[in-house]
């Protein structure tokens, strides 16, 4: 009979722990998506600044350290502290009520090892496993940083320069995790000695009680079993306790991007962006814009006042830092201007939806970066609900359908991290062809054509000049040869305009910057 | 202005108002049966199995005593 509830008892703990399990599972696993996606969803919208002041490594490393070590955290408490505690009180519960001397000796004893692997856990282990989690940060983001810039590495014969680079950082980390699980093995040392002497006095006074024949040996029998129970639990609830430290040191990072509010936000009565159908392009106005970067030392415009007009092809000039790339990317708002407004149809753009904006620019940079996607998926990430044909239509617009039906794998070949597969040339018509298939009313070239060889240069200004049609472009200029055809050139200098006009008007004037800049150029090509 | 490249120092309390925010929703009666049953698989062995042994183990005679404490460990 007792033989057979025991038997009983033991598939019904069976049952229960398998089925709990199964739900723990299915519940860990949901928790552990939602981070991870959340951290994605917040990560992306950081501003600007704020990805390039970080690495992406770190980032990386930040957002999945994050999400596994909230796994170990809630698996610790799930699968170590709630059945702990659970036998824990139950023990010291069931002693009080069969032994009650042995039970209330047991109690502040259970409580004060608790408390004491707490404290210890708290104030001495996780500041450390912080210092090693911080660090290990770190070491993700140089590896990154090395990878990312391989080949420059290779060029420069820098492999050992990198491999003592990367030895000081990562041996950073080696002396501060040596640190912290050394000082994990201390810690869970003292506890044992503090588990040992606390056990020994229970197991003497049982055996004090049974001597004085205040305890029969059942009560003996029970105590001892309950001991070993109450002391294996016990030294689980130490090291859980340390590993719980450890996972919430861990966890920091991706708890602060949870934290974080979103730089960039939409008002709360945010409209979509609507541009007059029928138009040719959108007009932009800056009105007495003052802007300044978080770091920057001085502000970049004071008072900026500017009118685009609705199809307008303007070029940007001036000397590096002057401002011309600020004034695009607060077009795109990047950033918040600190005054003024900025409006594009007559709407000010901080009132409209950051989506429906930047579905408005299309944007060719300087050095495009590709995903490591198929050509057609990079050419289309414009307009995702493209055809296969509109891809290959914009690609021979842009003049890369050349050498994209040149490669085996066609417009299914992958490009690598950022392209890099790709020439500068080619990737430059890859962007070429996503702008163009964007078809967007407002156009950004940050000198499109700058990493083009001179044949392919003369195709891609054709190219770009039919993509310019019914569009307000907006053309940073490095090179005064590119935009003669702008319908006004914008001078800045010191995040002002100081001059304006065609290319020709311009260069009338002996005394301009332009015409300065202008002759220079002139005198590198002759020389 | 904001700080945008600022990322909030988590305290402790952070951490729990992170984590109960993550365990809370639609999938959390998941977690509440999962800890139900384990606490009923734990509770069965400490309150039925452990309970009653000392009385159990009183019950049996002194011969099959070792045995009923092997069965019981």
Redesign the interface.
Known sequence: M?FSA?MA?QV???W??A??????N??AV??LY??LTDAMYKAQR??T??HV??FAGATVRKITRGMWS?DM??DTI?MGF??SA??GI??VV?LII?VPIVGWFALPVVVTFVAVSIFLA?KIARPKFQKSAEQDTLVGATLADIMTAISTVKSFAGERREDAHFGGVAGEWRKRAEDAWLTMVVIDFLRTHIRIALMTGMLLLVIWLWYKGEA????V??SI??F??IGGYLRDIGRQTTELMKA?SE???V???????D?ILDAPDAVPLKIAMGQKGAAITFDQVGFRY??GDRPIYQSLSVDIKAGEKVALVGASGSGKSTFVKLIQRL??I?SGEIRIDGLNIATVTQESLRQAIALVPQDPVLFHRSLAENIAYGKPDTTIDQVRGAAREAYAAEFIEGLSLGYQTLVGERGVKLSGGERQRVAIARALLADCPILILDEATSSLDSVSEYYIQKALERLMEGRTTITIAHRLATIQKADRILVFDRGAIVEQGTHTELLANPDSIYRRLYDIQALDLVH | MIDTTYIPKATRGDIKRFAFHYWSGDGMWRGVVAFALLGISVGVDIFILYFPAGWWIESVNLTHRPMAVCMLS
């Open positions: 007792a025991l008892i019904t703990h069976s229960c722990w089925a709990a399990f199964w739900y723990w299915k519940f949901r928790v939602r981070i950081f501003s600044d704020w002041n970080s909230f955290f809630e799930f709630f059945p659970i036998i139950g023990m069931m069969q708290v029969t040996p059942g009560d029998t029970l079993t309950a070993f129970i919430a966890i920091s990072d708890v602060g991007f949870w934290m974080r509010e730089d978080k770091q950033y918040d600190q």
